[in-house]
C-alpha cells in the first residue's frame, strides 16, 4: 500500500544542504564512507543548476523533507531510449517502512509515463544492502547480469580516507 500522505515535488536551491546531508548519511550507513561536504554540496547545487545532468526528486511530510534521490540518465542505443538511473536513495531513518520509498518510485513510473523517450529505470545498490534490494525488487525491478566497474581520474577526492 503506497502511503499518500506524502508530498513529492522536484528539489531545488532550498533542498541543496538537506539533500547533501541525506547523500552524506547514505553513503555512511550503507559503504561506511565519509563524504566531504564541501565535494557533495558543490555537486548537488551543480545538479540542480544544471538540469541537463538530472533532477532531484523530495517527499515532504508536514512540509519537512524526509526523503530524495536523484535521477541521472543514460542513453540506450539497443532501445532507442532513454534509461533513468536512479541514485542517491535516502529516507530517514523514522520515515522508513512507511511507503515513502514506494510513494517515491510511484511518481518516477508515472513521471517517466508522460515523457515518451525514457525507455526504462536502473539503479545500483550496494551488495550487501538487503532491505533495500528486497524493497527494489517488490516494487517490479530485478537483478541484471551486469556488474559496475569504474575508475576515477586521479586526485579526484570526495570521501575522507579511512
Not at 55 to 80: K, P
Not at 106 to 121: K, L, M, S, T
Amino acid at each position: 500500500m503506497i502511503n499518500e500522505s506524502f508530498h513529492i515535488r522536484r528539489g531545488d536551491l532550498r533542498d541543496a544542504d538537506i539533500i547533501a546531508e541525506f547523500n552524506r548519511a547514505m553513503a555512511f550507513e550503507t559503504e561506511g564512507k565519509k563524504l566531504l561536504a564541501d565535494v557533495i554540496g558543490t555537486g548537488v547545487v551543480a545538479l540542480i543548476n544544471n538540469p541537463a545532468l538530472g533532477f532531484y526528486l523530495v517527499a515532504e511530510e508536514s512540509g519537512q523533507v524526509v526523503a530524495s534521490l536523484m535521477i541521472t540518465t543514460e542513453w540506450s542505443d539497443w532501445r532507442n531510449g532513454i534509461f533513468w538511473w536512479i541514485q542517491s536513495v535516502y529516507v530517514r531513518p523514522e520515515s522508513r517502512r512507511k511507503g515513502v520509498y514506494s510513494r517515491l518510485y510511484q511518481y518516477i513510473r508515472d513521471f517517466a509515463a508522460r515523457e515518451p523517450g525514457v525507455c526504462g529505470f536502473r539503479l545500483y545498490v550496494e551488495k550487501d544492502n538487503l532491505n533495500a534490494q528486497r524493497t527494489y525488487k517488490n516494487l517490479g525491478m530485478h537483478e541484471t547480469d551486469y556488474k559496475i566497474y569504474e575508475e576515477m581520474r586521479p586526485g579526484i577526492r570526495y570521501c575522507l580516507q579511512d
